[in-house]
């Protein structure tokens, strides 16, 4: 699930993955002193979710919303014990053509007949998730985090680059960087908002390779969505530059999740076919918190 952002560029990747946390007692975590090591704490924080997102298996229905460079789509969207399935509502919000909805339709019934199909974009998605938390995980390495206020029970830090940190790959070096600010849910022990800004050009392979520039910025909302469950629900990029290695980075990108609904443990993604075959989406009484705002999977 921390894939998503990953997959429309190497910077975004871990701050717009979904972050599952259960929220605990707030008169027990508001008792709670914070450490005196803003980066310390953002450490055990970051722990904290990793840990929890892998015990969590469940599925969820939702609406996607995505605008990039070249157009802009709308997509019902169906987790299930064999990946995740989607059908194409709208393309620049516009109803498909009988040409598009048949090649969705094609596209759809492949991933739902073909194992092999199923297992490259299964086996895609693990990856992406699996670079992911690395790049997670570097966070309270890579950056140098200060408290900068406490409103609500959020936890307001800033960050900056950490000098001495040396990235291990080329993924990592934009960290170099990055400055920004995160919030964290300070009952829930979890992440809910981060904004960064590049402050200097970042270049790959001496700039021959890849260069993002100097003022690109990134937004990243997260909320709860259902008992116990964190999703992305905003995602806003804008970056300018090139990327010749990372031929899928967009650097303009808005992202929306929406309309959030728990599907059953075992569902499959045959039955989540014929689901989306029927329509419907999601009720208004199961709609989320969430809901009315628009994100992506």
Known sequence: MFSRIFQHGLLFVCLAMPLFAQPQPATVQAQATLPSDATQYVREVIEHEIAVENNDHTHWRYHLHREDEKN???????????????????????????????????????????????????????????????????????????????????????????????????????????????????????????????????????????????????????????PNHWEVVSTDVNMTGHAVIFKSINVKQHEVLSNFQRMPDDLSVSQAYEMLQKGGSVSANNQSPANGSAGVK
């Open 72 to 226: 802009n789509l709308d997509r019902d969207v169906i987790q299930t014990r064999d990946g995740q399935l989607s059908r194409t509502l709208l393309i620049n919000g516009q109803p498909l053509t009988a040409d598009l909805r048949q090649k969705d339709e094609e596209r759809m019934r492949k991933f739902v007949s073909d194992p092999e199909e199923r297992a490259r974009k299964n086996k895609r998605e693990r990856d992406d998730s699996a670079k992911a938390i690395q790049m997670l995980k570097a966070i309270p390495e890579a950056f140098i985090f200060k408290y900068d206020g406490v409103e609500d029970d959020v936890v307001r830090l800033t960050f900056s680059p950490n000098p001495r940190y040396n990235a291990p790959n080329r993924e990592l070096e934009v960290f170099h960087a990055m400055m920004g600010k995160m919030w964290i849910d300070r009952n829930a022990r979890h992440m809910t908002k981060i904004d960064g800004t590049l402050f200097e050009d970042v270049t790959f392979g001496w700039g021959l390779l890849g260069r993002l520039h100097k003022g690109g910025t990134f937004n990243v909302v997260q909320k709860l969505v259902g």
